[in-house]
């Protein structure tokens, strides 16, 4: 080979190396879909939100009153099997009641009337048989604002296992009918994510309870766990 030709050669045997290295980064062509899974299950506890108002002419008053009543609640839910790590109180909120006047100059005239303290308390029943029960003796004794109550699960980790199983498959299906439609086949399973999607809690309004007698009629139902899957493919 003449000298002059030399780094012509070097050069070339560099390069090639490079493209290859070039060509073995590039990434493979691929292929995203998602896929969704519902598996349902029946709930085995309820979650009740239970609220004290009491309204007096001083805040101190209010306070005594609402004390009074939600001691009486407590001591209610302790009497009907509910355990002391099942209660908490959720919050605490003293606030002034005013009545405004209309003025002959446009401007209002607020008197101070009285004050309202609210006590929320979340119970968890764990024997959803005596939700109905409990929600009774609850407004009986003094719940008298919005109530709120959400049928769950313990443990609901084999159920939204299943609606994972379900979205996964869901996926696969849907990417086999894509690649075939495509011409092209399916390779290994780049990345799987996925997103759980809870039961939504049910909202109930306590004043609906104010006529009733007996235990109040609650149907449990069954809870749905969903759960959406993005998978990525390679294509051959």
């Known amino acids: 080979m003449t000298r002059h030709l030399l780094p012509v050669a070097l050069a ?3 390069a090639f190396p490079a493209l290859a290295s070039a060509a073995d980064t590039q990434p493979p062509p691929r292929i995203v879909v998602s896929g969704e899974g519902e598996a349902t299950v029946a709930p085995d506890m309820a979650i009740l939100t239970l609220s004290v108002m009491r309204e007096a ?27 002391d790590r099942d209660l908490q109180t959720a919050g605490i909120q003293i606030n002034p009641r005013y009545n405004y006047t209309n003025k002959a100059d446009g401007s209002q005239e607020a008197e101070l009337v ?27 004794l003094g719940v008298n604002q919005g109530a709120g109550i959400a049928f769950t699960n313990d443990d609901p980790k084999a159920t939204v296992i299943a609606a994972r199983k379900k ?3 869901d996926a696969m299906a849907k990417a086999k009918t894509l690649a075939e439609a495509a011409g092209v086949s399916l390779g290994r399973v780049i990345e799987i994510t996925d997103q759980n999607v809870a ?15 007996a235990a109040v009629p609650v149907q449990a139902g069954e809870n749905s766990y969903s759960v959406q899957v993005t998978v990525t493919f390679e294509l051959k």
């Open 12 to 14: 070339v045997a560099i």
């Open 199 to 213: 039961p939504v809690p049910m909202p109930m309004n306590a004043k609906a309870f104010d006529a009733a007698r």
């Open 167 to 169: 979205a996964v498959a």
């Open 57 to 83: 002419k001083t805040a101190r008053a209010a306070l005594d009153a609402n004390n009074d009543a939600m001691a009486a609640v407590i001591a209610a839910m302790k009497s009907a099997g509910i355990a």
């Open 114 to 140: 009285a004050y309202q303290v609210t006590n929320t308390l979340s119970v968890r029943v764990r024997d959803v048989d005596k939700t109905g029960d409990i929600l009774d003796k609850a407004v009986s």
